[in-house]
Every structure is written in structure tokens, then in C-alpha cells.
């Protein structure tokens, strides 16, 4: 049990919300179906979105950032809030939509060089099923092992509570640990904000933290556990000993609370995924925000670079792009702010120097994405299940020299990855605990990888991997380190004092890091600006 409920950790992240909308004026919405008509500028003059017809036409929100948090955003309000806003428009600087999510195709492969698979919870199903991709989902095998590696050898985490008294990751006395820990029989709460590496051995135990969370740590975030805080990387959790008292009290108290609230019917559209498992798609994760930019149609706008932000007197926002047609305006009711925090904080600036200040402070440590691939004969004798390499992945603790953060099985996860014979690996490498990734070249990592692997998952006499792809991303997640609420709080604020009523902040750094936070927070994004344009746009 207490093993299990350190690796819910893993599963669990925070939620904050977007700031609350004050009372404010706007304009009022026009509802004459929405075309964007941009002209070219000549020199400095700006142009402005207009509808045919010729009157200035103000969008009902701009979302700024083409990435899965903005398209999702979008989303949801065209399926769930299209009464208020149906004059939606999503605009990315890059040629690309998707942000992070980046597929690619070649030789026979097909692999994922940013985030790999997603939790298949209710709103990311909701939203593939709303962008037609219900046909395409793939599911991981819900049996799959996971692995730590502890003292040379990969060890099975426990997948369920049979699971318990035979793993052999952690003593019989780190179990009695965590066991007494998690009734509440440990050290009281310090009065300050605990960073994950306190909070979990104050109550479970040095062994849960440094053979299961630490390397859990390193494989969401990428992060130092010594650093990330508690409540604000996997606020569920934390809350579990704010309201109960211990963890298990607070999971008593939860599943109370829950019993006594009407269960909603979950919609019928959507698949049951079976057990604890994973999610992509059958051509990749690119199959969802490519899906929702072609429902959303010309109103997704590539290589937009936001330059400037300004309130106008009606109470909307005009913003100025630098456009491959030339410089150009639009007039919004709202923005959403998608962009990461330092890319945000550079255009609000202007605005808000607190916001901005704040938004600065945020640390995206670098992370490579290495794809490798071996011939299934090179996997050891004693990794394969039935004669295959079967399971999710393997992590690894900063304290068992390995450099390779994780690795995900990717030919074993889902299905048509690898061609016959071959065995593909995605190796995560960097993070906060190593910078230093920026200073090597590709080969360098790829070699650093490979000799992690011969470690204890590659045969050492094995030949040479087949390199698919290699990408570094310089600043990959945001990292949710102590303090961080306290400043995203500051940022709302110093907007909301300032009368920026209506500008929203979104993205990885406000919902949380995994793919399906972003997209429960963005169903969550989409509520606020509902609410503030239906609450005050038409008075």
C-alpha cells in the first residue's frame, strides 16, 4: 500500500487556477460569424483584423501559442462554451503547431523527441474524441513493468497490493517505514513549505524517497527533489496530509467525500482503458494537436510573433504581430497567455513588471531526447519476458552513477514503432541535476547513453546502436520549485491590480508538466474565459 502510494506520486500534479475575474466592462460581442481578413502593412503602419463588410470585428479570445495547452484551450471552448466564444483564434510564432510534441517518421521508426504518452483520464480522452481521433488511440499494455535500477540490477516497482511483500526494491524495514509513516506515526509537518525530498521522507522513509520518488522525480520533471515543492508538484498528495491528518487518513477522507458526491454519468463516447496503463496514438502524439489545428481551420495562425500587447479603452486587448504578410492587429475580448513563463514575461512586460518579474523566475532546466535502436538479439538474456524485452521503461536514481535519466521501451509500449528484429529505446538525458548536457554534442550523448545501457539492460559485447534521432531541448520543463505558487500567485495578482481583467496565464508552468494536466487545464482555462465573457461582455 504505501509503496503504491509513493508511486501515485507520479500520477498526481497541482492545479492552479487562473486568476478570478473581477467585475469589468467589455464591448459588446458581436455575433456575425467570424472570417479573419488580415492586409499587408507598408512599413511601420499596422493593419487590423476586419469582417466582411469592412467593420472592425473583435475576437472573442486570442490565445497566444500554438501548443498542446493553446490548442486545447481552443478547443474546448469551440465543444463545450461555443455560445460565448465562437470567435476563437490560436496564434504560434513557430511554423509548427504542437509545441513540445514533436513525431517523427523515418527508416521504418516512428518515435516521439518530447513528451512520449499521456494518462488516459477522462478529459484527454474527451478531447480526442472531439477531434476525431477516437479510432487512432492506443493503449499500453496495463500489465507492463516499470523498473528501478538499485544496486546494478532492474528491480520492479509493485503494480498492485499482491505486489507488496515480494518486491525486492526496498528492505522489510523501509516498509515498516513508510507503513507507520503513512498512518501518521512520523514527524509533524514543519511549518514551512517542504520540497518533495522532505515531505517524503518525513513521512514514508529515506527508502521510498531514494528508490522510488527520487527517480519518479527525475522521470515527470526532470527535476531536483531537493528543490521541487511539494505542494506544487503533486499537490493531491500533499493535500492528503492537510486534510486527513497522514496520507492514509486523507485518502480515507477523500474517497468519504467522493462517496457522498453525485457521480456525474461519464460519457458513453469515450473507451474504458483497463488498469493502470499508458496512451499515444496510432501515427503518434502529433495526431492530436494536428487533429484540433484542422478543426479549428484558418483560424490557427503559424508564424505569428507576438510583439506587443496593449489594453484598450473599451476594456479589450489589441495585439501586434509581426506576420509573413507583413505587421498586423487584432482586437480581442481576452488573451490567454500559453507561451512559456519567460517568453510571457518578456511580452508583458510593458504591462506589469511585477507580473513580468515574477513570470522570469521560473527554471526550465535542458533535457535530451535520445532515440537508439538495437537488434532484439542485443537485449540480455535475463531482460526478456517469454523471449521479448517486454514493459514500460526503466529509471534510474542520481545515486546509482548512472547519467541516463530514464528510458522508455518505445517498440514494447505501442505498437508499429520499430521494423522487425530491432528494439526501440527513447533515453531521457539533463535535467536539472545536469546542465552540463548543452556542452556535448550529439555523438557524446548518444555514446553516454549507450554506456549507461550496457550497464544492465545491453548485452556489452552488443554492436553499436542504430542512432534514430537526437534533440536537446535547451529549456524543456518548467520546474515547479518551492516558491513556485507564491510566484505565480504574485504574477496574477500584480495583472489583476493592474486592470488586466481578462488576460489569462496558462501553459505547463500554471496547469502542471504532464500531457494530461495540460489538457485538464485547459478545460479548466476554458471555463474562466467563458465565465468572464459570459458574466460581463454582455452587459
Same mark, same amino acid.
Given at each position: 500500500?504505501?509503496?503504491?502510494?509513493?508511486?501515485?506520486?507520479?500520477?498526481?500534479?497541482?492545479?492552479?487556477?487562473?486568476?478570478?475575474?473581477?467585475?469589468?466592462?467589455?464591448?459588446?460581442?458581436?455575433?456575425?460569424?467570424?472570417?479573419?481578413?488580415?492586409?499587408?502593412?507598408?512599413?511601420?503602419?499596422?493593419?487590423?483584423?476586419?469582417?466582411?463588410?469592412?467593420?472592425?470585428?473583435?475576437?472573442?479570445?486570442?490565445?497566444?501559442?500554438?501548443?498542446?495547452?493553446?490548442?486545447?484551450?481552443?478547443?474546448?471552448?469551440?465543444?463545450?462554451?461555443?455560445?460565448?466564444?465562437?470567435?476563437?483564434?490560436?496564434?504560434?510564432?513557430?511554423?509548427?503547431?504542437?509545441?513540445?510534441?514533436?513525431?517523427?517518421?523515418?527508416?521504418?521508426?516512428?518515435?516521439?523527441?518530447?513528451?512520449?504518452?499521456?494518462?488516459?483520464?477522462?478529459?484527454?480522452?474527451?478531447?480526442?474524441?472531439?477531434?476525431?481521433?477516437?479510432?487512432?488511440?492506443?493503449?499500453?499494455?496495463?500489465?507492463?513493468?516499470?523498473?528501478?535500477?538499485?544496486?546494478?540490477?532492474?528491480?520492479?516497482?509493485?503494480?498492485?497490493?499482491?505486489?507488496?511483500?515480494?518486491?525486492?526494491?526496498?528492505?522489510?524495514?523501509?516498509?515498516?517505514?513508510?507503513?507507520?509513516?503513512?498512518?501518521?506515526?512520523?514527524?509533524?509537518?514543519?511549518?514551512?513549505?517542504?520540497?518533495?525530498?522532505?515531505?517524503?521522507?518525513?513521512?514514508?522513509?529515506?527508502?521510498?524517497?531514494?528508490?522510488?520518488?527520487?527517480?519518479?522525480?527525475?522521470?515527470?520533471?526532470?527535476?531536483?527533489?531537493?528543490?521541487?515543492?511539494?505542494?506544487?508538484?503533486?499537490?493531491?498528495?500533499?493535500?492528503?496530509?492537510?486534510?486527513?491528518?497522514?496520507?492514509?487518513?486523507?485518502?480515507?477522507?477523500?474517497?468519504?467525500?467522493?462517496?457522498?458526491?453525485?457521480?456525474?454519468?461519464?460519457?458513453?463516447?469515450?473507451?474504458?482503458?483497463?488498469?493502470?496503463?499508458?496512451?499515444?496514438?496510432?501515427?503518434?502524439?502529433?495526431?492530436?494537436?494536428?487533429? %484540433?489545428?484542422?478543426? !479549428?481551420?484558418?483560424?490557427?495562425? *503559424?508564424?505569428?510573433?507576438?510583439? #506587443? =500587447?496593449?489594453? +484598450? /479603452?473599451?476594456?479589450?486587448?489589441?495585439?501586434?504581430?509581426?506576420?509573413?504578410?507583413?505587421?498586423?492587429?487584432?482586437?480581442?475580448?481576452?488573451?490567454?497567455?500559453?507561451?512559456?513563463?519567460?517568453?510571457?514575461?518578456?511580452?508583458?512586460?510593458?504591462?506589469?513588471?511585477?507580473?513580468?518579474?515574477?513570470?522570469?523566475?521560473?527554471?526550465?532546466?535542458?533535457?535530451?531526447?535520445?532515440?537508439?535502436?538495437?537488434?532484439?538479439?542485443?537485449?540480455?538474456?535475463?531482460?526478456? %519476458?517469454?523471449?521479448? !524485452?517486454?514493459?514500460?521503461?526503466? *529509471?534510474?536514481?542520481?545515486?546509482? #552513477? =548512472?547519467?541516463? +535519466? /530514464?528510458?522508455?521501451?518505445?517498440?514494447?509500449?505501442?505498437?508499429?514503432?520499430?521494423?522487425?528484429?530491432?528494439?526501440?529505446?527513447?533515453?531521457?538525458?539533463?535535467?536539472?541535476?545536469?546542465?552540463?548536457?548543452?556542452?556535448?554534442?550529439?555523438?557524446?550523448?548518444?555514446?553516454?547513453?549507450?554506456?549507461?545501457?550496457?550497464?544492465?539492460?545491453?548485452?556489452?559485447?552488443?554492436?553499436?546502436?542504430?542512432?534514430?534521432?537526437?534533440?536537446?531541448?535547451?529549456?524543456?520543463?518548467?520546474?515547479?520549485?518551492?516558491?513556485?505558487?507564491?510566484? *505565480?500567485?504574485?504574477?496574477?495578482?500584480?495583472?489583476?491590480?493592474? /486592470?488586466?481583467?481578462?488576460?489569462?496565464?496558462?501553459?505547463?508552468?500554471?496547469?502542471?508538466?504532464?500531457?494530461?494536466?495540460?489538457?485538464?487545464?485547459?478545460?479548466?482555462?476554458?471555463?474562466?474565459?467563458?465565465?468572464?465573457?459570459?458574466?460581463?461582455?454582455?452587459?
Amino acid at each position: 500500500m504505501t509503496a503504491l502510494m509513493g508511486l501515485s506520486l507520479l500520477r498526481s500534479s497541482t492545479f492552479v487556477s487562473p486568476f478570478s475575474i473581477p467585475n469589468h466592462q467589455l464591448p459588446p460581442r458581436s455575433h456575425k460569424p467570424f472570417k479573419l481578413r488580415c492586409s499587408v502593412a507598408e512599413g511601420p503602419t499596422i493593419s487590423s483584423s476586419k469582417i466582411d463588410g469592412g467593420e472592425s470585428s473583435i475576437a472573442d479570445c486570442v490565445i497566444v501559442g500554438g501548443g498542446i495547452s493553446g490548442l486545447c484551450i481552443a478547443q474546448a471552448l469551440a465543444t463545450k462554451h461555443l455560445d460565448v466564444a465562437s470567435n476563437v483564434i490560436v496564434t504560434e510564432a513557430r511554423d509548427r503547431i504542437g509545441g513540445n510534441i514533436t513525431t517523427v517518421e523515418r527508416d521504418g521508426y516512428l518515435w516521439e523527441e518530447g513528451p512520449n504518452s499521456f494518462q488516459p483520464s477522462d478529459s484527454i480522452l474527451t478531447m480526442a474524441v472531439d477531434s476525431g481521433l477516437k479510432g487512432d488511440l492506443v493503449l499500453g499494455d496495463p500489465d507492463a513493468p516499470r523498473f528501478v535500477l538499485w544496486d546494478g540490477k532492474l528491480r520492479p516497482v509493485p503494480a498492485k497490493p499482491t505486489d507488496l511483500p515480494f518486491f525486492d526494491l526496498m528492505s522489510i524495514g523501509g516498509k515498516f517505514r513508510a507503513g507507520f509513516g503513512a498512518i501518521g506515526i512520523r514527524p509533524p509537518p514543519p511549518g514551512h513549505e517542504e520540497s518533495v525530498e522532505e515531505f517524503v521522507r518525513r513521512n514514508l522513509g529515506a527508502e521510498v524517497f531514494e528508490r522510488l520518488i527520487e527517480p519518479f522525480c527525475s522521470g515527470v520533471y526532470a527535476g531536483d527533489p531537493s528543490k521541487l515543492s511539494m505542494k506544487a508538484a503533486f499537490g493531491r498528495v500533499w493535500k492528503l496530509e492537510e486534510i486527513g491528518g497522514s496520507i492514509i487518513g486523507g485518502t480515507f477522507k477523500t474517497i468519504q467525500e467522493r462517496n457522498k458526491t453525485p457521480k456525474l454519468p461519464r460519457d458513453p463516447r469515450l473507451p474504458k482503458p483497463k488498469g493502470q496503463t499508458v496512451g499515444s496514438f496510432r501515427k503518434g502524439l502529433a495526431m492530436l494537436p494536428e487533429a %484540433i489545428a484542422t478543426s !479549428l481551420g484558418s483560424n490557427v495562425k *503559424l508564424s505569428w510573433k507576438l510583439s #506587443g =500587447i496593449t489594453k +484598450l /479603452g473599451n476594456g479589450g486587448y489589441s495585439l501586434t504581430y509581426e506576420t509573413p504578410e507583413g505587421v498586423v492587429s487584432l482586437q480581442s475580448r481576452s488573451v490567454v497567455m500559453t507561451v512559456p513563463s519567460h517568453v510571457a514575461s518578456n511580452l508583458l512586460h510593458p504591462l506589469s513588471a511585477a507580473a513580468a518579474d515574477a513570470l522570469s523566475q521560473f527554471y526550465y532546466p535542458p533535457v535530451a531526447s535520445v532515440t537508439i535502436s538495437y537488434p532484439k538479439e542485443s537485449i540480455r538474456k535475463d531482460r526478456l %519476458i517469454d523471449g521479448e !524485452l517486454k514493459g514500460f521503461g526503466q *529509471l534510474h536514481p542520481r545515486s546509482q #552513477g =548512472i547519467e541516463t +535519466l /530514464g528510458t522508455i521501451y518505445s517498440s514494447s509500449l505501442f505498437p508499429n514503432r520499430a521494423p522487425p528484429g530491432r528494439v526501440l529505446l527513447l533515453n531521457y538525458i539533463g535535467g536539472a541535476t545536469n546542465p552540463g548536457i548543452l556542452s556535448k554534442t550529439e555523438g557524446e550523448l548518444v555514446e553516454a547513453v549507450d554506456r549507461d545501457l550496457r550497464k544492465m539492460l545491453i548485452d556489452p559485447n552488443a554492436k553499436d546502436p542504430f542512432v534514430v534521432g537526437v534533440r536537446v531541448w535547451p529549456k524543456a520543463i518548467p520546474q515547479f520549485l518551492v516558491g513556485h505558487l507564491d510566484l *505565480l500567485d504574485t504574477a496574477k495578482t500584480a495583472l489583476r491590480d493592474s /486592470g488586466f481583467h481578462g488576460l489569462f496565464l496558462g501553459g505547463n508552468y500554471v496547469s502542471g508538466v504532464a500531457l494530461g494536466r495540460c489538457v485538464e487545464g485547459a478545460y479548466e482555462a476554458a471555463v474562466e474565459v467563458k465565465e468572464f465573457l459570459s458574466n460581463y461582455a454582455y452587459n
